[in-house]
């Protein structure tokens, strides 16, 4: 960071959203969170296992798509459902 530049002009983005990061983008700590959809990696993944099984083509690469939570968006259902809940640590 130059000596001109404040810290409320740094864009800070995580990956992923577990209980820590949702709450530091809550506190304007962070800007944004993308998030990946493990739902939807897991179901393609099966179906590219259940393809090379049957001796079928699978694709690659594969992108699952992500999502952008920001404090304006975060309680969207469209957002809030790939929160992370709990804490697996």
Known sequence: M????????????????????IEALNEGLLDALVIQQPYEMGYVGF???????KGEPV?????TGTV???KANIAD?????????????
Do not use: M
């Open 2 to 21: 130059r000596s001109t530049e404040t810290a409320e002009s740094v864009v800070a983005i995580a990956v992923d959203a577990d209980e820590a990061e």
């Open 47 to 53: 179906k590219q296992a259940v393809a090379a099984v």
């Open 59 to 63: 694709e690659t690469p594969i992108g």
């Open 68 to 70: 952008t939570a920001t």
């Open 77 to 89: 259902p469209d957002v809030a459902k790939y929160l992370y809940e709990g804490n697996c640590i």
